[in-house]
């Protein structure tokens, strides 16, 4: 981590009474923290805007285990992108539905492509394709 650099904001009394309460309810214990956080995420946001960019991202899905093509077919998306898959993590959540966790590096463009066919992928019922850096 970099030295810390000292700042002053001016701000509207209202504007930041509302980031107050907002902070409050999300649980940052300080404004710097907070203001940090949300500088991070403007960073991340614009490098996953650059499709060449190298980034991190998380895929989660639920999937139905009875569809036994959908497993494999899972698997093979995964084997094709082997590259950048770096790991990934199974839970059988009841008899029927599973739960997948999936860590990829590689590029924005190309990470994005992946995570939107595995969500698009027939029996695949929910998803979410979290966006991450790793050079904040
Ligand atoms: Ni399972």
């Given at each position: 981590?970099?030295?810390?650099?000292?700042?002053?904001?001016?701000?509207?009394?209202?504007?930041?009474?509302?980031?107050?309460?907002?902070?409050?309810?999300?649980?940052?214990?300080?404004?710097?923290?907070?203001?940090?956080?949300?500088?991070?995420?403007?960073?991340v946001e614009q490098e996953w805007a650059s499709p060449g960019a190298e980034v991190l991202a998380v895929l989660s899905i639920v999937?139905?285990?009875?569809k036994h093509t959908l497993s494999q077919a899972l698997v093979h998306i995964q084997h094709e992108a082997h590259h950048c898959i770096?790991?990934?993590?199974?839970?059988?959540?009841?008899?029927?539905?599973?739960?997948?966790?999936?860590?990829?590096?590689?590029?924005?463009?190309?990470?994005?492509?992946?995570?939107?066919?595995?969500?698009?992928?027939?029996?695949?019922?929910?998803?979410?394709?979290?966006?991450?850096?790793?050079?904040?």
């Amino acid at each position: 981590m970099s030295a810390l650099a000292r700042t002053t904001l001016a701000i509207e009394r209202d504007l930041l009474e509302k980031f107050d309460a907002w902070m409050a309810k999300h649980s940052y214990a300080s404004r710097s923290e907070a203001v940090r956080d949300l500088m991070r995420n403007t960073l991340v946001e614009q490098e996953w805007a650059s499709p060449g960019a190298e980034v991190l991202a998380v895929l989660s899905i639920v999937f139905d285990h009875g569809k036994h093509t959908l497993s494999q077919a899972l698997v093979h998306i995964q084997h094709e992108a082997h590259h950048c898959i770096l790991c990934s993590q199974h839970v059988h959540l009841d008899r029927h539905r599973c739960a997948e966790v999936i860590v990829m590096q590689g590029k924005a463009g190309q990470l994005r492509r992946l995570g939107e066919a595995i969500i698009a992928t027939r029996g695949v019922r929910a998803g979410k394709l979290t966006l991450m850096s790793t050079s904040v």
